[in-house]
């Protein structure tokens, strides 16, 4: 089993900077990908980014590529998800995701639907 924590949201302007974490603990030696998805209120769960383990590619939504930054902490078995430029439209939970023992390709680590394991998320505001 696999659990996932994320921390680093909170409250920010437009145009800040935030970066979230996902640790994970347990058997983290099955992990294959880490995703990254938000929900705004009364919206779907959209896909933001992912990590492959095995070779460290990632992928990324068109609605943040530029602004996001998605990276591994081998060390620490965290997942971090760097946050610049960030607009009113970012407002969203924040989850975390993880995909086992797998083979990953790119576009399954865009649907919701691939993942295992998901975190309880964590909220990010961002003001006018």
């Known amino acids: 089993q696999v659990q996932l924590v994320e921390s680093g949201g909170g409250l920010v302007q437009t145009g800040d900077s935030l970066r979230l974490s996902c640790a994970a603990s347990?058997?983290?030696?099955?992990?294959?990908?880490i995703g990254w998805f938000r929900q705004a209120p009364g919206k779907e769960r959209e896909y933001v980014a992912a990590?492959?383990?095995?070779?460290?590619?990632?992928t990324y939504s068109d609605s943040i590529q530029g602004r996001f930054t998605i990276s591994r902490d081998n060390a620490k078995n965290t997942v971090k998800l760097q946050m610049n430029s960030l607009k009113p439209e970012d407002t969203a939970v924040y989850y975390c995701?993880?995909?086992?023992?797998?083979?990953?390709?790119?576009?399954?680590?865009?649907?919701?639907?691939?993942?295992?394991?998901w975190g309880q998320g964590t909220q990010v505001t961002v003001s006018t």
């Open positions: 990590i492959r383990f095995s070779d460290g590619r990632t």
């Open positions: 995701a993880a995909k086992f023992d797998s083979s990953s390709n790119t576009a399954s680590m865009a649907r919701s639907s691939y993942y295992d394991s």
């Open positions: 347990g058997r983290t030696d099955r992990i294959s990908v």
